[in-house]
């Protein structure tokens, strides 16, 4: 397997592991914004979740194709609307289905043949590798698993 390609889906796995041990937390402590004017945890966990099924969706099944990307959502809009979904919903639903759609994304991304992890692809005005635009979420992943961790005390993890 390409290293490109197990580097993405190594990082899957663990974003599913991370995001369970975090069901393990009290309620109100995953509700609890996690600084000053922003997201709770819980919240953040749900916008995984929207953005997961976006790429799932509307990403990955036309990089690959010659069909053009179906126009997005803009990010503030989908940001906050997981977010009020997560502030609303119970959290094991919110937990349920960030998993499930992660899941979902890693047999999709499992699926991908090796050739076409590192052919350039045009998204928007941008020029990228499926590689490196997967690459671009998995640090995005990490930044807010960084404010969790911060927020939770967690050091371990």
Known sequence: ??????????????????IQKLENFNE????????????SVIEIIGHFYAWDEFVFQYRIP????????????????????????ARTEDIESTFKKCIHIRYELINQ????SDDNWLIELQINQSKLTL??????????DLHHFKQIKSALKLHDY
């Open 109 to 112: 991304l499992s699926n991908i």
């Open 28 to 39: 109100n402590l995953l509700r609890k914004p996690i600084g000053e004017g922003k997201w």
């Open 131 to 140: 590689y490196e635009y997967l690459k671009g979420l998995m640090e995005h």
């Open 62 to 85: 036309y990089l690959l194709s010659a069909k053009d990307l179906p126009k997005g959502s803009k990010a503030d809009d989908l940001n906050s609307q997981s977010a009020l979904i």
């Open 1 to 18: 397997m390409l290293k490109q390609k197990l580097e993405i889906l190594e990082h899957q796995q663990k974003f599913i592991g991370f």
